[in-house]
């Protein structure tokens, strides 16, 4: 696909600076410089560091995905970058950086939502998307539903979480059982010597009430709780703590909520194709227990490789190479960056 458009994508909304470049639906490179070493030691994400770091990265790691994917700056056909949501501060460093090289380039720039990236990026794996797909973003900063008739202009939310996201709580968790930063990828290989049965951690807003008022909604701090108070309870009364069990059972909780109401979902909305993604979309148990769950539903699982579900700049340029497929209208130079951009604005 010689003559599909090249799109450089750029991904800064949290802690990794991503550069992609995309030719049609074809992946050529996905460079990212990570900043999750820094942040490490304080535990989670520290906003002014993040920002710094992408502008140290941002330079080196353009130039490094050109020079991987064997193609020049002046090839490229469109500039599409993440302007929404995030980080403030992050979010500039990108949104900067691509109005100058669409400006310098002569070519049309496309502000991009974060979530419809993550949606956008399974293109690259598994061709176009069904129309419409039902959607399961789970990350540190989101756990979403949505429905997605089309994923360059259609995307509706139907559940969201209440409080802390699936990721966010792996990470809380975590450092309660003295794991690093990030929390996703200890918990899993924990979890992986574990039972996850033994230890009835509670499953939130699936009671009978709760799913009238929140059918598709996602709450994890009530379990975050119930697993900070059965470690204390141990602890009080001088037991060694199961770190392999209490990981299992937690990440249990987590992906029977997920998987249930994402099923629940395609059944109520007829649909049946699922896509996962999201950082957490990585979580082996995860896969796992969705595969089981939508073949017994007769719903068909979609879900990219774990490098692509984490943030990136591919998914990026993969949403911004399907904005240019479609003819949709490039963004104005004066594109903001907006930290609380709602997923029903698929581009600003």
Known sequence: MSDAPL??????????????????????VDAVASSVDEHARFGGVVPEVASRAHLEAMVPTVERACVEAGVRLSDVDAVAVTSGPGLAG???V??????????????????????????????????????????LLVSGGH????????????????????DDAAGEAFDKVA??????????????????EGDGAAIAFPRGLTAAH????????????????????WVEHREAGGEPVPVADVAASFQEAVVDVLTRKAVLACREQGVDHLLIGGGVAANSRLRVLAEERCAAAGITVRVPRPRLCTDNGAMVAAL?????????APSALDLPADSSMPVTLVRA
């Open 7 to 28: 799109v450089l994508g750029i991904e800064t909304s949290c802690d990794e600076t991503g550069v992609g470049l995309v030719r049609g639906r074809t992946l050529l």
């Open 90 to 92: 992050a979010l500039v």
């Open 94 to 135: 990108g949104v900067a950086s691509a109005k100058a090289l669409a400006l310098a380039l002569g070519v049309p720039l496309y502000g991009i939502n974060h979530l419809a990236a993550h949606v956008a990026v399974d293109v690259l794996e598994h061709g176009p998307l069904p129309e419409p797909t039902m959607a």
């Open 143 to 162: 756990s979403s539903l949505l429905l997605v008739p089309d994923v360059t202009d259609d995307v509706r939310p139907l559940g969201r979480t209440i």
């Open 175 to 192: 450092r309660l059982l003295g794991l690093p930063f990030p929390g996703g990828p200890h918990i899993d290989r924990a979890a992986g």
């Open 210 to 229: 709760d799913l009238r008022r929140h059918r598709y909604d996602f709450s994890f701090s009530g379990l975050k709780t119930a697993v900070a108070r």
């Open 320 to 328: 911004g190479a399907e904005m240019v497929l479609r003819g949709r």
